[in-house]
C-alpha cells in the first residue's frame, strides 16, 4: 500500500484538478484539506491502539466512508462560510477516493489482503491482480527504511508528473 506521501500527492492532484480559479488553486487551506482526505484513511491504523485489533483496510477504506467525508465537510464548510461548500465536500469525497484507488493497485502485504472498497454495499476485499505500488513496511529496521524510500521515491516518479501536468493543464494561458 502506498506511502502518505503517495496519498497526498494525490489530494493535491484532486485539488489541482477541481479548482476554479488560480486563487482556489493556490489556497493552502483548499491544499491542504484535500491531501488531508486523501490520507484520513489510515487513521484507521490508530483504532488498532484502542482495542488491539487490525482494523486496517476496512470501513476507512471505502465508498461508504468517502461519501461520509464528503458529507462532513459540506456541513463544516457550510458552518464556516467557506464558498462553494457543496462542491467543496464532493471533491474532498473524490479526494478521499484516491486512497482507494490507490490502495487497490498496491502490493498488500498485510492480512486480511485488499481493501473493504464497497463497504457498506459489500463486506468482501478487493485488491488489483497486478501492482503499481510497492508496499509500506511498519519497523524501524534498515532494510523497511530502504525499501520504504524506494516505494516512496517510486510513489513520486508515478504521481509526481500527473501533479506538475494538472498543473498546467489547470493553469490559465497566456495569450
Known amino acids: 500500500m502506498p506511502s502518505p506521501i503517495g496519498h497526498a500527492l494525490a489530494g493535491l492532484i484532486v485539488h489541482v484538478l ?13 491544499a491542504l484539506l484535500m491531501a488531508g482526505a486523501a490520507t484520513a484513511p489510515d487513521l484507521d491504523l490508530l483504532f488498532g491502539f484502542v482495542d ?16 461520509l467525508a464528503a458529507a462532513v465537510v459540506w ?5 464556516l462560510k467557506w464558498p462553494r461548500p457543496a462542491a467543496l465536500g464532493a471533491f474532498a469525497g473524490c479526494a ?4 482507494l484507488i490507490l490502495d487497490y493497485l498496491g502490493l498488500d502485504t498485510h492480512p486480511p489482503i485488499g481493501i473493504m472498497a464497497l463497504w457498506p454495499f459489500q463486506p468482501g476485499y478487493f485488491k488489483a491482480p497486478w501492482t503499481i505500488f510497492l508496499d509500506i513496511g511498519r519497523t524501524l529496521e534498515w532494510a523497511t527504511v530502504r525499501h520504504d524510500a524506494l516505494a516512496v521515491g517510486w510513489e513520486i516518479v508515478l504521481l509526481g508528473p500527473l501533479l506538475v501536468a494538472s498543473w498546467r493543464l489547470r493553469a490559465p494561458s497566456e495569450a
Request: hydrophobic share 35%.
Open 18 to 30: 477541481s479548482a476554479r480559479d488560480a486563487s482556489e488553486r493556490s489556497s493552502v487551506p483548499r
Open 52 to 67: 488491539g485489533r487490525n482494523h486496517h483496510q476496512a470501513e476507512t477504506h471505502s465508498i461508504g466512508a468517502a461519501a
Open 75 to 79: 456541513i463544516l464548510a457550510r458552518l
Open 96 to 99: 478521499w477516493l484516491t486512497h
